[in-house]
Nanobody
Framework: VWLVESGGGLVQAGGSLRLSCDSS????????MGWFRQAPGKEREFVAS????????YFGDAVRGRFEISRDGVMNAVYLEMSGLKPEDTAIYFC?????????????????WGQGTQVTVSL
């Protein structure tokens, strides 16, 4: 596993967190990247995706307007800025590398996944 997520934790509702996805030195610049999440007892859900050049960004309906995705080509990293957090945002958040440079909401568009970082939002 060479995609490593960090930045998760416990936060109160309305708070913010910034998740990071490090590629362990491997270049991810030619590829789109995405974030997904999975809550207990639920299927994995699309959160956000960013294209190879950062020009295109897609967001899941549940997070649009509250979350932002970005990438750093020098650091080979991807970030997820989360604000206005709600208890329903509680989940394990996964970073994934796409097979191409095009951003996508579809899980099958991604071939490498991290192990995830836990985000818990309390009332």
């Amino acid at each position: 596993v060479w995609l490593v997520e960090s930045g998760g934790g416990l936060v109160q509702a309305g708070g913010s967190l910034r998740l990071s996805c490090d590629s362990s030195g491997r270049t991810i610049n030619p590829y789109a990247m995405g974030w997904f999440r999975q809550a207990p007892g639920k299927e994995r859900e699309f959160v956000a995706s960013i294209s190879r050049n950062g020009q295109w960004k897609y967001f899941g309906d549940a997070v649009r307007g509250r979350f932002e995705i970005s990438r750093d080509g020098v650091m080979n990293a991807v970030y997820l800025e989360m604000s206005g957090l709600k208890p329903e945002d509680t989940a394990i958040y996964f970073c994934a590398r796409a097979r191409t440079g095009s951003a996508s909401e579809t899980e099958t568009a991604y071939d490498y996944w991290g192990q995830g970082t836990q985000v818990t939002v309390s009332l």
